[in-house]
């Protein structure tokens, strides 16, 4: 049986879906007004191993995922940048789906923009403020009274009296408590708005989730993700007000993923030590940053160096490796009493322990390398499958194709390094030197290959080469 840790019961907990066989999962999405880190790119990754994984054993999931198109940094980047707000945003939205699909991510479902929900977030609104758990203030904006809540602090462990130490009210703001959020943000000049029965205005950043994910998903569902930047307060304030103004429990189960980290502190952009996912992309194949982040569990916090994904890279490599030379046949389904895919599956019906996945991966590698067996070949597919690895032939993999540019490993540049074309050529011209016996020539050719970031392997079938 699945079992997940819940933030919000701090236990792992059996998932008991709330419509047999169908479960609905939404997950806060991007800030569109930059390109995507590698802290988005594990929130990315690591919710469609999730989706993917269910899937696999017969549910049939709904995914969401949203899209932030509107708030204060979009706004103040796009006046940096001159550009009308719906330019820079869908600009940055192409960005993301193009990062996300080299990164081998499934598209949701569904992918509500905010602005396109601005009526269900007023309704929203609306039946807060009739409930009198929101009020409209002086200066125009409404706010959400925390007060009037009295689990607020239930996910995040935090209490309100707590959180009201040192808190103060800013000069700008018209709010009752320091602890209360704005839900509408009345209009500034040259600011977009929206009217509304409290004036021109703009929602507040977390009622666009609350709105999106019911309207999305029905007023009571599965599974809520996030990052784990997330817990507090936009979590807390979502279960706030969406418990507030529908009378259900807002979502069952609540999961987030950890931090990645840059020599121990957490990356950012408000810290400046992040790493674009195009970035990284240009030094390593989308692949191998996959499996750097599919190798460690998602709640653990994910150390960003360029050793750690080089470990990455070499393990991937063992893996195509073993494939190689291997006729897999056609398609293959799991056969869940396999002793290695049973403990595939418990692995992942533990919270989704992807390391303990992933060491079974290694252990039907180690074994098809003694073997050469197809079934072994196509069950190690098929589980890797299951993560969103091993897609490709191990060819394609091993010689740098469908990937990112070509890895050159620091022997070469990437402009440097040899095509296929070249390489095959230079291989025809090392098998003659080798037929002549001609090693001199033949040493020559291998080690200009391996120059240019290109390993020969000699076998009883020729001559295979992959690149470092």
Sequence with gaps: MLRIYNTLTKTKQPLTPIEPGKLRLYVCGMTVYDYCHLGHARVMVVFDLVVRYLRSIGYEVTYVRNITDIDDKIIRRANENGEPIGALTERFTQAMHEDADRLGVLRPDQEPRATQYIGEIINMIRSLVEKHYAYAAVNGDVYYDVSRF???GALSGKHLEDLRAGERVGIDEAKDDPLDFVLWKA??????????PWGKGRPGWHIECSAMSTHCLGEHFDIHGGGMDLQFPHHENEIAQSEAATGQTFVNVWMHNGFVRVDEEKMSKSLGNFFTIREVLKKYDPEVVRFFIARAHYRSPLNYSDQHLEDAKQALTRL?????GVDVGGAYAVDWQHPQAARFRAALDDDFNTPEAVAVLFELANELNKSKSGQDAALLKALAGILG?????????????????????GAASAEAVYNDAMIEDLIKQRTLARETKDWAESDRLRDMLKAHGVILEDGPSG??????
Excluded: M, N
Aim: proline share 9%; aromatic share 12%.
């Design 187 to 196: 209009a500034k000049p040259g600011e977009p708005s929206w009217d509304s």
């Design 389 to 409: 690895l091993l897609t490709r032939s191990p060819d394609a993999y091993l010689q740098g194709r469908d990937g990112a540019a070509v890895q050159s490993g």
């Design 150 to 152: 009295p689990a607020y």
């Design 320 to 324: 195509y490796t073993a494939l190689r």
């Design 463 to 468: 001559t295979s080469w992959r690149r470092i």
